[in-house]
């Protein structure tokens, strides 16, 4: 499953064209490398997300099939890292 679409699909990003554009600027990262859009997730892979307010690691622990209801999205992933960041930084 790419990506940008498995973000979506487990409310990690609100959008599948965010999560693109998450990629496209370098603050997805899969297993400490900087990720692109259309890159193959398995389960096992970390994956980082370095937002504005906050930094996101996450566990991929199956790829959904179809839609997910919004309460099942924990299902697909584990939460490692939450952290909030410092706005003051940028």
Do not use: W
Request: net charge positive; aromatic share 6%.
């Amino acid at each position: 499953m790419r990506l940008d679409l498995f973000l979506k699909k487990c409310f990690l990003i609100k959008r599948r064209s965010d999560a693109k554009r998450a990629c496209d600027n370098g603050i997805v990262k899969i297993d400490d490398h900087v990720a692109k859009a259309g890159r193959d997730v398995v389960p096992g892979q970390r994956i980082a997300i370095a937002f504005l307010d906050r930094f996101l690691e996450v566990e991929v622990i199956a790829l959904p099939t179809g839609n997910v209801a919004k309460g099942h999205a924990h299902r697909y992933h584990r939460i490692l890292r939450d952290e909030p960041r410092d706005v003051s930084d940028f």
